[in-house]
């Protein structure tokens, strides 16, 4: 990180910039960066910068781009000033070192120099705008060095704006100089972006930020705790400005002290250590404990939706801690996050973390639109104290090959299996701490095991029965292959060979294999075989149904329809309903009382 000043505090020569008696200004402007050395988290930006001025390789145009609050529009002005540094007695030029106040460095930080011109394309989109910039950069600065164009969300110009700045922006005269910031660069058109030196302004790191408001409450003389100013920086995703914001609004709302019982009313939040309460409660399966902790959260203003957030964070927490061991070392976290989070990796498997993490994120859009909030929350945390203890597939095969069919004697623990097994059923948690299963082998063994009988139930006699399991299994891409790429060679009980039509993907064979293994719960030998084969179940529906139509187009009824209309064809043939037909069952009045004649195109 780099050293910084606090800008507005006061300057090198002592004198300070704001009096007592000037109206109030909010943190964000009167800590606003006024130099590069001002910048925090932006080394990388700022060592390009120094180097490019130390060489004289400045470029004509920059393009600088990044989320809110991170120093685009602060940037471009520090730039600005830069370019056209100059000292009282004439001397100097070009210059990243502003160690030291210019002829014109207020007036341009201040936004009121007439060199330096700040356009916000968001209200100015039109040609006409770009225009007047185009027709006023011919002549001289009035007393800059450099004529200097910040367009502010350059995104929004129109495409006949952006259109018109090429020229410009590719040759400018050589006393111009173009700084664009914008927060979707995306939407700014290559042609402009190849024209410019771009910029990624990174998101400032909690760390930073809370060293950043710590420093600035020194100087305000406002006593503020460590965890407090954690809780804003954290608050504020990397935004300096929003940090800022937040900052100034806990100042107000604790009376001159920033605590963090003030912050956490002022944002909303929950009580970190009573979030993890709850994550614990959660993996534990003590679902109770859980709605009980909600409650209480919820009573002392929390939110139901930013707890279930809180909770996603937690996961996330230890997940990194479970990873990444040094992410502990983290500045922007507490004692408590620290400490839990790190004992928590430790007994959670990353299986439980993931499933935790997919239903919290799930389950807070529902929280979020629901009409009774709170509601929704215990609706998901109900399900994921219910689900974050199921076992994984091998878990549950291993449960079913211990306990039989699933079974347990009625008189032992819910958590079933041997202490070596990790419980049977216990996924939440890794073996040993004091989060065993409540019930994981109730609600999982037995369905498994029911899941065991029904494949003991299927019976395959023939080729086609193979098929319609496939549909029945939503296999629609197998069962198309097997009817349309496959001819039969032989079926047997547990042994199928086949033959491929040309261009057929090969991969079918495997695939039926697997499926098999995966529905039945036992083998099957699928081979490829070099005889011909059988006609593909396709081809034979093909032929029944071409059949079908011969027969139809040779009855009388119909002959004479094509005979009354020429040039009709037939198109589909279905059968006459059994309750229409007739009770002799006669042909002719069988045709004729058809619910569904035959369809005939002509």
């Given at each position: 990180?780099?050293?910084?000043?606090?800008?507005?505090?006061?300057?090198?020569?002592?004198?300070?910039?704001?009096?007592?008696?000037?109206?109030?200004r909010v943190l964000a402007r009167k800590y606003r960066p006024r130099s590069f050395g001002d910048l925090i988290g932006q080394d990388a930006m700022v060592r390009t910068l120094s180097n490019a001025f130390e060489a004289g390789r400045i470029p004509q145009a920059w393009m600088l781009t990044g989320v809110r609050g991170v120093g685009k529009t602060t940037t471009a002005r520090i730039l600005a000033r830069a370019l056209n540094f100059i000292r009282a007695d004439g001397s100097g030029g070009p210059t990243v070192h502003l160690d030291e106040t210019g002829v014109h460095c207020d007036a341009i930080m201040e936004s009121r120099h007439v060199d330096?011109?700040?356009?916000?394309?968001?209200?100015?989109?039109?040609?006409?705008?770009?225009?007047?910039?185009?027709?006023?950069?011919?002549?001289?600065?009035?007393?800059?060095?450099?004529?200097?164009?910040?367009?502010?969300?350059?995104?929004?110009?129109?495409?006949?704006?952006?259109?018109?700045?090429?020229?410009?922006?590719?040759?400018?005269?050589?006393?111009?100089?173009?700084?664009?910031?914008?927060?979707?660069?995306?939407?700014?058109?290559?042609?402009?972006?190849?024209?410019?030196?771009?910029?990624?302004?990174?998101?400032?790191?909690?760390?930073?930020?809370?060293?950043?408001?710590?420093?600035?409450?020194?100087?305000?003389?406002?006593?503020?705790?460590?965890?407090?100013?954690?809780?804003?920086?954290?608050?504020?995703?990397?935004?300096?400005?929003?940090?800022?914001?937040?900052?100034?609004?806990?100042?107000?709302?604790?009376?001159?002290?920033?605590?963090?019982?003030?912050?956490?009313?002022?944002?909303?939040?929950?009580?970190?250590?009573?979030?993890?309460?709850?994550?614990?409660?959660?993996?534990?399966?003590?679902?109770?404990?859980?709605?009980?902790?909600?409650?209480?959260?919820?009573?002392?203003?929390?939110?139901?939706?930013?707890?279930?957030?809180?909770?996603?964070?937690?996961?996330?927490?230890?997940?990194?801690?479970?990873?990444?061991?040094?992410?502990?070392?983290?500045?922007?976290?507490?004692?408590?996050?620290?400490?839990?989070?790190?004992?928590?990796?430790?007994?959670?498997?990353?299986?439980?973390?993931?499933?935790?993490?997919?239903?919290?994120?799930?389950?807070?859009?529902?929280?979020?639109?629901?009409?009774?909030?709170?509601?929704?929350?215990?609706?998901?945390?109900?399900?994921?104290?219910?689900?974050?203890?199921?076992?994984?597939?091998?878990?549950?095969?291993?449960?079913?090959?211990?306990?039989?069919?699933?079974?347990?004697?009625?008189?032992?623990?819910?958590?079933?299996?041997?202490?070596?097994?990790?419980?049977?059923?216990?996924?939440?948690?890794?073996?040993?701490?004091?989060?065993?299963?409540?019930?994981?082998?109730?609600?999982?063994?037995?369905?498994?095991?029911?899941?065991?009988?029904?494949?003991?139930?299927?019976?395959?006699?023939?080729?086609?029965?193979?098929?319609?399991?496939?549909?029945?299994?939503?296999?629609?891409?197998?069962?198309?292959?097997?009817?349309?790429?496959?001819?039969?060679?032989?079926?047997?009980?547990?042994?199928?060979?086949?033959?491929?039509?040309?261009?057929?993907?090969?991969?079918?064979?495997?695939?039926?294999?697997?499926?098999?293994?995966?529905?039945?719960?036992?083998?099957?030998?699928?081979?490829?075989?070099?005889?011909?084969?059988?006609?593909?179940?396709?081809?034979?529906?093909?032929?029944?149904?071409?059949?079908?139509?011969?027969?139809?187009?040779?009855?009388?009824?119909?002959?004479?329809?094509?005979?009354?209309?020429?040039?009709?064809?037939?198109?589909?043939?279905?059968?006459?309903?059994?309750?229409?037909?007739?009770?002799?069952?006669?042909?002719?009045?069988?045709?004729?009382?058809?619910?569904?004649?035959?369809?005939?195109?002509?």
């Amino acid at each position: 990180m780099l050293p910084h000043r606090l800008p507005g505090v006061s300057r090198p020569d002592g004198a300070v910039t704001a009096s007592p008696n000037a109206a109030y200004r909010v943190l964000a402007r009167k800590y606003r960066p006024r130099s590069f050395g001002d910048l925090i988290g932006q080394d990388a930006m700022v060592r390009t910068l120094s180097n490019a001025f130390e060489a004289g390789r400045i470029p004509q145009a920059w393009m600088l781009t990044g989320v809110r609050g991170v120093g685009k529009t602060t940037t471009a002005r520090i730039l600005a000033r830069a370019l056209n540094f100059i000292r009282a007695d004439g001397s100097g030029g070009p210059t990243v070192h502003l160690d030291e106040t210019g002829v014109h460095c207020d007036a341009i930080m201040e936004s009121r120099h007439v060199d330096v011109m700040e356009m916000d394309a968001a209200s100015h989109t039109g040609i006409d705008d770009v225009r007047q910039i185009i027709d006023g950069i011919r002549y001289a600065p009035v007393s800059a060095r450099y004529k200097v164009y910040i367009i502010d969300e350059v995104h929004m110009l129109s495409e006949k704006a952006f259109n018109a700045f090429l020229k410009t922006l590719e040759e400018p005269p050589p006393h111009a100089k173009f700084v664009f910031a914008t927060t979707e660069i995306r939407k700014v058109p290559v042609t402009i972006l190849s024209r410019c030196q771009r910029f990624d302004l990174r998101r400032v790191e909690a760390g930073a930020l809370r060293a950043h408001l710590a420093a600035i409450c020194a100087a305000e003389s406002v006593a503020a705790d460590a965890e407090a100013l954690a809780l804003i920086a954290r608050a504020a995703e990397g935004s300096v400005r929003d940090s800022l914001s937040l900052l100034d609004q806990a100042i107000a709302h604790g009376a001159g002290k920033v605590a963090p019982e003030e912050v956490k009313a002022m944002l909303g939040l929950a009580d970190r250590a009573r979030v993890i309460d709850l994550f614990e409660a959660l993996m534990r399966g003590d679902i109770a404990a859980a709605l009980a902790e909600l409650a209480g959260q919820y009573d002392a203003g929390a939110d139901p939706a930013v707890v279930l957030a809180d909770l996603a964070a937690v996961t996330h927490l230890v997940t990194r801690f479970k990873l990444v061991p040094e992410a502990a070392n983290d500045a922007a976290l507490t004692d408590v996050e620290r400490a839990r989070g790190a004992e928590l990796a430790g007994r959670l498997s990353v299986r439980a973390l993931s499933r935790t993490w997919q239903i919290l994120v799930k389950g807070l859009p529902e929280v979020q639109a629901a009409p009774q909030a709170l509601a929704a929350a215990e609706m998901v945390l109900v399900r994921l104290a219910y689900a974050a203890d199921l076992p994984s597939p091998e878990e549950a095969l291993r449960l079913l090959r211990e306990n039989g069919a699933g079974e347990r004697p009625s008189g032992a623990p819910a958590g079933g299996g041997s202490p070596s097994s990790g419980g049977g059923a216990r996924l939440a948690l890794a073996a040993g701490g004091g989060m065993s299963d409540p019930i994981g082998a109730r609600a999982v063994a037995q369905p498994v095991a029911r899941a065991e009988i029904r494949r003991e139930e299927i019976q395959l006699a023939r080729f086609e029965d193979v098929v319609a399991l496939a549909g029945e299994r939503r296999d629609i891409g197998l069962k198309a292959a097997l009817e349309r790429d496959v001819r039969l060679v032989r079926y047997e009980q547990g042994v199928i060979e086949l033959a491929l039509v040309p261009g057929a993907n090969p991969a079918v064979v495997a695939d039926l294999g697997n499926r098999l293994l995966d529905w039945t719960g036992r083998r099957w030998v699928v081979a490829l075989s070099s005889a011909e084969g059988a006609p593909t179940i396709a081809e034979m529906k093909r032929a029944r149904e071409q059949e079908r139509q011969e027969d139809a187009r040779a009855h009388p009824l119909v002959q004479a329809v094509m005979a009354r209309f020429p040039g009709a064809i037939i198109v589909d043939v279905r059968d006459a309903a059994p309750d229409d037909a007739a009770a002799d069952g006669d042909a002719d009045s069988a045709l004729a009382t058809e619910a569904h004649p035959p369809y005939i195109d002509d």
